[in-house]
């Protein structure tokens, strides 16, 4: 039976090209077929143009809250803090900490204190430093130990954590069943075992004060603290803290990006920038459950991953509240910067499915206080109520420090400019969110995604070992929203782009049973380093490390388990259940996107790869094995 259709192509202005592609299948309902050939204008809707930056750790939407300063004031604390543990300052410490929480009650401040408290006891020269604390350093972290293998890395982060993947904080904690007072955030991975936030245990990590002692080497993580200049001629970083200085031989910057808000709550009063925040951290994670277990509505603003994953995991996580979350954005779809039209708009309808009220192609026009709420006058003149808005309006790279050290950064992408070796400066890498890398076969980009950082950080930390070697290897990205949609991307996805897509039927039997088997490549990302294949040729010297009490590997959550509520189903729409879209310029596949396929993502990087023109792309579509 050949069953085809004919996308119909909305929002689409100028060279629309529709093609149809058929395929036979032998089984019934199986095969609903389809291939779409389009190109279509970019949507340019960033609502956050010009936006500057809010972060969102502070109390009443002000800034966050600066880490203890260390002064003579912070060793008394200590002290105190630490006869309080022991039973006898207790009531001293509680005192002097309930200043802090009094001023502060909506905070969403990490509670863990400033790592040393005191510069003094950071060392002032490493062989390697690492500027931030997240995916992307720890990575290059791993990849200096395995090469280097008494390596002594000093890691300095602003946060009060140590390092910790943020995927889950959208999606998988959501559905974890940790108590709320258990602060290692705890998940379900893919193959139904635990895991926690943290790639690793506090007590796998070093002390500062102690690093240089330890001639078997590790890394030290300085919380707490934010590098404000690097000394490039003179290698050494200085803090902003108290202008301390740390000499270096190799550095990496990996400093990430901060959520951008916009103009019309930022320029709003303190009393209205307290029910408007962003969302990156534990903290923020932590703030949101309780606004989730409290309030009646929430309003995220922005139709990208993270405001669509965000949306679907409140609508589920909110129901047994009452939570009412509302969606809004100026495309004209969910996720309309990464899919065709046509699936944006299909999937913004499952997500009303989920029990998100979505309403597109509007902004904020101005916002008020309404007793204990906001009101939000829209551009089409609506007027919404709501107790919080989470703004999810995309990242700005955190280059902070780039001008001052005399570091290029990307006038058009943002971040820190690297050649294909990740090196911005001599014996400076830049990995990550706010890197812009030279990649020789798509030319320059910046890239957030997980495991970008992942691999990225992991080639700068083999380059400050010495090994020079280029971008090769493309990174993915994935993202799951409610029970039907899953995808895994590679490449240049950009709906901008002529794009051709080929579909199919969804079995989500098969998806359960093949995921758990075998989990899909990016899971396995992080392990690689591990792996033999990763391994330096040359003979290094064993190194004990501090034991692992924590397999590092992130594993995707099975979905299904999560018992997502029964929806209707709807036929009079196409069922883009399961398929592939090709990304095309010049005739050449430049990205893929797998809807609701699984495992296959290393296939796509070597179509990428082999850099060629087809004539068919049905035949390419066939390998991706979709009707199976
Ligand atoms: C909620 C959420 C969900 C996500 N889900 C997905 C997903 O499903 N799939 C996916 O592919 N990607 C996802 N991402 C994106 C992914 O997590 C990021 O791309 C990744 O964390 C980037 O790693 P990084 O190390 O470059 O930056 P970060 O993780 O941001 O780490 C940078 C660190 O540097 C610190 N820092 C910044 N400046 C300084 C300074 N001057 N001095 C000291 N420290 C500094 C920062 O505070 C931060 O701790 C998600 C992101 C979020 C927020």
Known sequence: MIVSKLVKLSNVNALRLGRQI?????????????????????????QSVNANVLKSKGCDGEKPPEPPKPSQNDSMKWILGALALGGLGGLAYLLMSGKDKEKCSESSKPTTARVPLLTKDIPNKVKYLLIGGGTASFSAFRAIKSHDARAQVLMISNELHVPYMRPPLSKELWFSDQKDDDKTYRFKQWTGSERSLFFEPEQFFEQPSTLMKNDKGGIAPVQGYTVKRIDSKNKKVILKEDDYEIEFEKCLIAT???PKNLNVFESAPSHIRNKVMIYRTPEDFEKLKTIAQTKKVVTIIGSGFLGSELACSLAKYGK?????VQQMYHEGGNLAKILPPYLSE??????????VDVIPNIQVKEVSRDHDKLKLLLTDGRVVIT????????????TDLASISGLETDGRLGGFVVNAELEARSDIYAAGDAACFYDPLLGRRRVEHHDHSVVSGRLAGENMTGMNKPYEHQSMFWSDLGPDIGFEGIGLVDPSLETVAVFAKPSKLQRTTSNLDDPPAHYKAEQKEHSSEEKPTEKKEEVEHKPKTEEVKYEKPEMAEHKWPAFE???????????????MKDNKVVGILLWNIFNRIGLARTIIKQDNTYDDLNEVAKLFAIHS
């Open 569 to 583: 189903e709807d036929h009079s729409s196409p069922d883009y259940g399961k398929g592939v879209i090709f990304y």
């Open 387 to 398: 107790d919080q808005v989470v703004v999810c309006a995309g990242c700005n790279a955190n």
């Open 346 to 355: 299909w999937t913004t309808k499952k997500i009303e499915q989920y029990g």
């Open 320 to 324: 047994p509240y009452n939570l009412q």
């Open 256 to 258: 990430g990006c901060t």
């Open 22 to 46: 058929h395929f036979s299948s032998r089984g019934v309902g199986r095969s609903v077929c389809l291939a779409v050939r389009q190109l279509h204008d970019n949507m340019k809707c960033d």
